[in-house]
């Protein structure tokens, strides 16, 4: 038996909280053993190709603002607005499986620098 969609949004929100504040061992929680990540500069990663490539920006955003949160099936559909610590802004699309209260996918679309 799968979670239900609200958990699988939750699953979600905290894996961009532990991005945001750098929580490693809540993104481990969230992060299932399998994941694969893709984005423009990384087609395909593993788990542990992400920790190495892409955590050591976690902690260098002030906040995520959701602008579309919605689910279909086990994907969980995200745009979202970061500031940096900075103060520059970005806008980023996301497409995350969630499968057995862990994300199992994430594809990345990006390239909005807002200011």
């Known amino acids: 038996?799968?979670?239900?969609?609200t958990e699988r949004t939750g699953v979600v929100r905290d894996c961009y909280r532990a991005f945001e504040n750098g929580?490693?061992?809540?993104?481990e929680r969230v992060l299932g053993a399998g994941l694969r990540f893709h984005a423009p500069p990384?087609?395909?990663l593993?788990?542990?190709?992400?920790?190495?490539r892409c955590w050591p920006n976690a902690g260098q955003?002030?906040?995520?603002?959701?602008?579309?949160l919605f689910e279909r099936g086990e994907e969980v559909f995200v745009t979202y607005e970061a500031r940096?610590?900075?103060?520059?802004?970005?806008?980023?699309?996301?497409v995350l499986t969630v499968r057995d209260g862990q994300i199992i996918e994430v594809e990345v679309y990006f390239g909005w620098e807002l200011g």
Not at 23 to 27: K, N, T
């Open 84 to 94: 940096r610590v900075d103060g520059s802004r970005f806008r980023n699309t996301e």
């Open 46 to 52: 593993d788990r542990a190709g992400y920790f190495e």
């Open 42 to 44: 990384d087609p395909e």
């Open 61 to 68: 955003l002030e906040e995520f603002e959701f602008v579309r």
């Open 23 to 27: 929580d490693r061992e809540l993104a």
């Open 1 to 5: 038996m799968g979670i239900d969609e």
